[in-house]
């Protein structure tokens, strides 16, 4: 326990006089009576009213006492706390272009990314994470966070016609640099995952691995389809139908953009080998980070003036029945 104003503890000092002048005062206004043998009153009975004469001013120092801990605002905390840990700044690249609902993964590429992002993402509680959505555009649906309750919560909202349809990975990585590159972690990464090649986008994908280079940032690309053509559903009035699609992803581009940021380029064709790719990326070196942990101050007065008010209580009613005739 702590208290918010501990200067007021200082006021139980004077208490101590307060019990000096009352042990004083008791002496001074008791009676005496000199007599040549007092074994005639050994046995004499003692009313209970004996016992009780001091409890009202014993009552009145627990008052005074839980008054000033009131004043003194005792809290219950764990306050801040700084804590070194182990972990990396990654970033998630994830494209919502409307090909990623084909369905050569289950049940759809888009789902399968988030699944296995979202098991990738409980692996490493220590990490601070971040979420970059792009498709014929980009922006950010999670800055980086320790708060992986948050960041798995925002994943309900990531799905594909959210922004302008098309596959800009420049933008994509751009967005993702400029979350990173203010990082004082040694190690920041950035995971890009796409079915397609760049066709949008004021950044081509390899003047963004540049950029990306430029400030320490690795990238590992994932390329995520079949081999072939893939099942992609087309609403019709006749409801949904099935068309088998070319899948086109420009895995030169993407090895490219690996090799220029010393990252790696993985190739996800079905479920399995998705989560593969994750376990290996999930292999990578780790650093030191400086965490700041929180914990919210409750404050304990409640208690202490409940104890007042009923010694203040009791006091008065002593006075006003048991103890009325006593001085």
Partial sequence: MVFAN???????????????????????????????????YAHTPKSYK?????????????????????????QTTNSWQNSEIEGIDIMLAIDVSTSMLAEDLKPNRLEAAKDVAAEFINGRPNDNIGITLFAGESFTQCPLTTDHAVLLNLFQGIKCGIIEDGTAIGMGIANAVTRLKDSNAKSKVIILLTDGTNNKGDISPLTAAEIAKSFGIRVYTVGVGTNGTAPYPYPTVAGIQYRNVPVEIDEKVLTQIAGITDGAYYRATSNSKLKEVYEQIDKLEKTKLNVKEYSKRQEEYRIFALIAFLCVLLEILLRNSILKKIP
């Fill in 6 to 40: 501990i200067e007021y503890l200082f006021l139980l000092i004077l208490l101590i006089p307060y019990i000096v002048w009352y042990i004083m005062r008791r002496k001074r206004n008791e009676a005496t009576l000199q007599v040549s043998d007092a074994r005639v």
């Fill in 50 to 74: 004996i016992y009780l004469l001091h409890a009202p001013f014993v009552l009145r120092i627990i008052a005074l006492t839980a008054i000033v801990l009131v004043l003194a605002r005792p």
